[in-house]
């Protein structure tokens, strides 16, 4: 079975606090996503990457960096967190060339 | 206008009814089309997928792509409490693409 997992299942910042989110999948998929899911709004793309060491902008990138330094690990880091970074935190990954992408279980990150 | 269009609903229906989930899109690019089930706290998990118009039959689910009117629907038959979840579908140009996801419906089945 695929496995992708999440560093934590919830997780409470402060304002201005720098804030690490690990992915890790298992399954040697050549892409992985980051995604924040918030209500009425859906998933929304933050980050993506197609290989180790290569990124892409996805829709909402403000306020986040990503780092892929190697192939079963994706990182999101918040610079500075913000209330308005309060979110699901959620990772995928799925094969070169293919539609099935596979999730994490996400991370609840609150920021107080 | 989003890319994606889903009603969130909430929509509940009693055990055994006949379900119907749908999205619009305004990109007449896509053409892979996807269902998610989403249970409380868990992660996405891809349910059905179809490669542009069409049906697509699995078990109790089927899923429809009219590309001609930019909709997909999936319906749910003889639907169970443990159907209850949020739905999700999503969208791509090509494989290995951006995916454009709607807002999910959220699906309680009553017993």
């Known amino acids: 079975d695929v496995k992708v997992t999440q560093s934590s299942r919830y997780l409470v910042k402060r304002t201005g606090e720098k804030v690490f989110l690990e992915c890790v999948q298992d399954?040697?998929?050549?892409?992985m996503f980051w995604y924040r899911q918030d209500p009425g709004l859906g998933l929304r793309l933050i980050y993506f990457?197609?290989?180790?060491?290569?990124?892409e902008k996805g829709d909402i990138p403000e306020g986040y960096s990503v780092s892929r330094e190697k192939k079963e690990r994706f990182s999101l880091i918040l610079e500075s967190a913000s209330t308005n970074q309060t979110s699901m935190y959620l990772c995928?990954?799925?094969?070169?060339?293919?539609?099935?992408?596979?999730f994490g279980p996400g991370t609840r990150l609150t920021v107080l | 206008q989003k890319e994606v269009e889903q009603d969130p609903g909430p929509l509940s229906v009693p055990e055994g009814a006949i379900v119907s989930l749908n999205c619009t899109y305004s990109n007449s690019a896509f053409q892979y089309f996807m269902w998610y089930r989403q249970y409380s706290r868990k992660g996405p998990e891809l349910l059905m997928y179809t490669y542009s118009s069409g049906n697509k039959e699995d078990g109790r689910f089927t899923a429809q792509v009219d590309k001609s009117s930019k909709y997909i629907s999936l319906f749910i038959r003889d639907s169970q409490p443990s159907d209850s979840a949020t739905y999700l579908c999503a969208m791509s140009a090509r494989t290995g693409n951006q995916f454009y996801f709607g807002t999910g419906t959220s699906l309680t089945v009553i017993p």
């Open positions: 995928a990954s799925n094969p070169l060339d293919t539609f099935t992408q596979y």
């Open positions: 990457s197609y290989d180790v060491k290569m990124k």
């Open positions: 399954m040697d998929h050549e892409n």
